[in-house]
């Protein structure tokens, strides 16, 4: 059994006009969070853990170097 749900925030652009007459012919369904509860928002709390570990108190030289981090970063969650 497929689940058509899609978890989001309350991002404007989720309740856009635009969005709402192409999820009305979709079998997806959206379903919003709460609002007020960044705790359920799992995204915010992985890209902080991200930004903590990849950009805090660090620079790179070159864009080589962040895309490096970021890449090692990403493989290391294996």
């Known amino acids: 059994m497929c689940d058509n ?3 989001c ?5 989720y309740h856009a006009q635009l969005v709402k007459g192409y999820l ?5 369904e959206l379903v919003f969070l709460p609002p007020y509860a960044p705790n359920l928002n799992l995204i915010g ?4 853990f991200f930004k903590k ?3 805090y108190e660090r620079y790179y030289e070159t864009f ?4 490096t981090a970021c890449n ?3 493989a290391g969650l294996d």
């Not at 925030?9 to 652009?13: H, L, T």
């Open 5 to 7: 749900r899609l978890i």
């Open 9 to 13: 925030d309350n991002a404007r652009y």
């Open 24 to 28: 009305a012919n979709s079998r997806i």
């Open 45 to 48: 709390r992985f890209w902080k």
């Open 53 to 55: 570990t990849v950009l």
């Open 64 to 67: 080589y170097q962040f895309k």
């Open 72 to 74: 090692n970063f990403f």
